[in-house]
């Protein structure tokens, strides 16, 4: 089975997008270091498993392209289900992309199946750091303000891909060269000025009712497996999981384990698997 492309104008800008397969409606929602590749395996994994798998590429990333006009994500979001066709689907976000789907499903819970979120940002939330992530932080910034997109791209795979606290280069071969690849062409985009701020979701995560798988690789930053601690006790239907080995990206990092877990989560959501699968323990021995 093989990926169809789509485009949606969506005002000044053409939406670029990939679906395969048939059935409830899975949203892929991209990073923001990355684009709709991270997500390749596992649009395949669900397309195969009788789901439709779509992903697409935000403004200012990937193949999409878009005028510098006021804009937010979260309305464009809801501008890709309706042109699709999608009245409720589980979003799969991570990062910037998980802050997208809580969002989303704040303001939209009926269209909301299930939620898998990775290693997520949630709009409002506190950041903190220890003194080695602060260290790869100022060599990012650094980069940043010489304008030198190269050594930024490489300072972001050490801080994303590898995991700031881990050896540089300590993921190689294809998911590399594919980080790489995505991130370059977001940050050799002209820059979007006018995007929309959303308002903070942090003190309203319990409100998010729908079935909720919670991912976060332990060589990810502290402050987001802090975050997935609390999230996993604030929202009342969050199955939680550390995967053991991996960073920000799993799904490029370890596309096999991601799978395994976002099939099972949408087999118990959809009433084939039992919910009492989806648990901490099991995650830590892949």
Known sequence: ????????????????GLEMGEGLAVVFLHAG???????????QAVADEGWHAIAYDRRGYGETVSADEAFNHLDDLEAVLDRLG?????????SMGGG??????????????GLVLIGTSITGSPWTATDVERM????????????????LNRVQAHEWLDGPRAQSGRVSGPARELFL???????????????EERPSAWRRVAEVGAPTLLLVGDEDFTALIERHDYLSEEMPNAFAAVLEGVAHIPSIERPDLVNSMLLEFLDAIGGDGDDED???????EK
């Not at 997208?100 to 199946?113: E, M, S, W, Y």
């Not at 989806?278 to 830590?284: H, N």
Request: charged share 30%.
């Open 278 to 284: 989806l648990d901490e323990d099991e995650a830590d």
């Open 181 to 195: 690849d995505m991130n370059a062409l977001a940050l050799n985009k002209p820059p979007l000025t006018l995007e």
């Open 100 to 113: 997208l789907a809580v969002d989303f499903a704040l303001r939209h819970p009926g269209r909301i199946i």
């Open 136 to 151: 790869i932080e100022a060599a990012e910034e650094d980069a940043y303000e010489r304008g030198d997109w190269d050594m």
């Open 1 to 16: 089975m093989s990926a169809e492309p789509f485009a949606l104008d969506i005002g000044r800008a053409s939406l670029a």
């Open 33 to 43: 270091v990355c684009d709709k590749r991270m997500w390749l395996s596992q649009m």
């Open 86 to 94: 999608i009245h409720a689907a589980v979003l799969v976000g991570c």
